[in-house]
């Protein structure tokens, strides 16, 4: 049963995604030029529903889908990992046209050739697992 919420759940962020364009390569490019403020909207609004709704877990002490408390571990605020990570983010995310939430929702849309990214996404996610342990964290 959950893992039917689950793809219920992602088929409505994929239209979601498409729907407000969050999905188009078009409107990153727009973004990223500085020319519409149509992205910086969507990750402005993504960002605030974010804080509320953390504020809300911590708040009301709301559980997982499993019934586990969620806890929020205080992270390193190690400068330039967060600089390199996001540095390395920013330039896929360029190169791609699309970043890893909308991936999937452009092969939903019939745009194949994304599936090269996907590879490559997968790809790298595994070869961080393997070196995941020699790496500066």
């Known amino acids: 049963m959950r893992s039917l919420s689950y793809l219920l759940i992602g088929i409505l962020f994929g239209i979601t995604m498409f729907k407000s364009e969050a999905a188009s390569w078009f ?3 727009e973004m990223f030029k500085f020319d519409a403020f149509h992205m910086y909207g969507i990750i402005g609004t993504a ?3 974010g804080v509320i709704i953390v504020a809300a877990i911590k708040r009301f002490k709301i559980k997982s889908f499993y019934g586990e408390p ?3 571990e205080p992270k390193d605020k190690s400068i330039p990992r967060y600089a390199i990570g996001g540095l390395l983010f920013g330039l896929g995310w360029g190169l791609a046209g699309a970043c890893p939430g909308p991936m999937f929702t452009l092969v939903g849309a019939g745009y194949v050739s994304i599936l090269v990214v996907i590879v490559a996404a997968i790809l790298g996610t595994f070869v961080y697992g393997l ?3 020699k790496l500066p964290h």
Do not use: A, E, H, T
Request: zero cysteines.
């Open 27 to 29: 409107r990153i490019y």
């Open 47 to 49: 960002v605030g529903l």
């Open 70 to 72: 969620i806890v929020f």
């Open 131 to 133: 070196l995941r342990d």
